[in-house]
């Protein structure tokens, strides 16, 4: 297998295995090796096809990250505003869970 398409198959990899920074490293290897000239005609379709999968995957995880922010931040705010009750059927006035601050 061609370097260019074997870095692209790694970084296809990492990113199947969440492991971002890795897979990003092969594709900055990947872009540095196409900048210098080192891929031949007869790959440039193979890489086309390799990097649409890449894209694909990019944006399935970026989606899913959404997602599971959006469900962490429904269960926060869900977990702030639970009722809590004594013993003897009174609402007590103690916040369920501390207002955490965002970092993003």
Same mark, same amino acid.
């Given at each position: 297998?061609?370097? *260019?398409?074997?870095?692209?198959?790694? +970084?296809?990899?990492?990113?199947?295995?969440?492991?971002? @920074?890795? *897979?990003? $490293?092969?594709? &900055?290897?990947?872009?540095?090796?196409?900048?210098? $000239?080192?891929?031949?005609?007869?790959?440039?379709?193979?890489?086309?096809? =390799?990097? &649409?999968?890449?894209? +694909?995957?990019?944006?399935?995880?970026?989606?899913?990250? =959404? +997602?599971?922010?959006? #469900?962490?931040?429904?269960? /926060?705010?869900?977990?702030?505003?639970? @009722? /809590?009750? @004594?013993?003897?059927?009174?609402?007590?006035?103690?916040?369920? +869970?501390?207002?955490?601050? #965002?970092?993003?």
């Amino acid at each position: 297998m061609a370097e *260019a398409l074997l870095l692209l198959d790694q +970084a296809r990899r990492h990113l199947i295995s969440s492991e971002a @920074d890795l *897979a990003l $490293g092969k594709m &900055q290897r990947f872009e540095k090796l196409i900048a210098s $000239g080192g891929l031949p005609k007869d790959e440039v379709e193979a890489c086309a096809e =390799a990097l &649409q999968a890449i894209r +694909a995957l990019a944006g399935s995880a970026r989606e899913g990250i =959404a +997602a599971a922010k959006r #469900q962490v931040a429904e269960i /926060t705010a869900i977990s702030r505003n639970l @009722d /809590t009750y @004594d013993r003897q059927g009174r609402r007590l006035d103690r916040p369920a +869970a501390p207002r955490r601050e #965002q970092r993003f």
